[in-house]
């Protein structure tokens, strides 16, 4: 009891009920002690304790105010887990190195990975460094420049060289965009050398590779050099008319989807010009004109994007050039006589892009081929 009223604090009327009936306990044991009056003292003594018992429980104050684990099942939940992890203390360090090795296995990918297409990169980039280099011979000399690229001696040579550099980035790097890009230099190169068969392949790759789905200019590009390769199997039939309009009309649908499917600026006028081009070569000179009339018109508009200098100038200039060159070969009153203005220099610019051209066309001659 003293227990109880140290725990309670200040003194209730319970309290001092409680000790009034101790008190008076107190002394009936005192008077009974000699007399022995076991059964009516004990029966007293047993009531007043069991009163008191009652008393005490009722003093007892309820806890009312709510702790932190009855406000927030989340600590309780914390608590459990964390008596968990204690009992399973080996668990949970496997997992916990799982996760790290899971971690830096996934950095080490993605490092491995950009590794692998800086490498293919570079090796593409000297595949295209030899596509393009210089024909002739080294420069020699105390005087001579210095040389900003390849020189190789014959077409052939250089043909072949950026062939084995595209070959070797499809092999090495297989997987990566470059290998893909190598892929359409090496079909373009597989044109140059009339190898339609094997150039079709390479193509038909590129046009359903993720790339190709990803960048609309290579998959117009892979659906042009599809084209072309049914152009060179039309000129190799020769004779055989039958065989020579089947290759061309393969080569129309190919432009056709080109025209239709390719969302980047100036494949719908190529792919136009093309199949004027094929329409012509079958001999269909009314549809040829249609389509080049139209192109004439596409071409011809002026770029909305101003130059460097904030000149406006025609956005398709070659290919203006190259059609209005179609449409005088059908009939001369379809485009203006060509115009002979004078350049920097007092050189005529129409008259530099036509040598231009015809160089260009002479490099092909000599290279074995070049693209229709």
Known sequence: ????????????????????????LAERRAKNRKAKR??????????????????????????????????????????KLS?????????VTQLGVALVVALLGTAGYMWWGQKREVEASVALAKAVADERGR???????EDAPEETGPVFKTYEARREAALAKYRAVVAQHAGTGAAMLARLGEASILLDKREADAAIAAYNEVKASPLAA????????????LGFASEIK??????????????????????????????????????????ARCHLAKGDKDRAKELLLSVKERTSKVDDTPTTHGARTNAFPYLTEMTLDRLREIDPSLAPPKRFNEGPGGASMDLQLRQLIERMKKQQQQGGGGHP
């Open 1 to 24: 009891m003293a227990a109880r009223v140290a725990a309670l604090g200040a003194d209730t009327p319970e309290e001092l009920q409680a000790r009034e009936e101790e008190r008076k």
């Open 38 to 79: 076991g059964k009516k003292g004990g029966g007293l003594e047993t009531a007043a304790s069991k009163r008191l018992s009652k008393i005490g429980e009722r003093a007892v104050p309820k806890r009312t105010v709510a702790v932190a684990a009855d406000a927030d099942p989340l600590i309780e939940r914390t608590a």
């Open 83 to 91: 008596e968990w992890a204690k009992k399973n203390q080996k668990l």
């Open 135 to 141: 024909i002739g011979e080294p420069a020699k000399g």
């Open 214 to 225: 990803a960048d609309a200019e290579v998959r117009g590009r892979a659906l042009e050099g």
């Open 234 to 275: 039309a000129v190799a039939a020769g004779s055989n008319a039958e065989e020579a309009n089947k290759h061309f009309d393969a080569a129309i649908t190919l432009y056709k989807e080109l025209e239709s499917s390719v969302d980047a600026k100036g494949f719908k006028e190529l792919a136009m010009y093309h199949q």
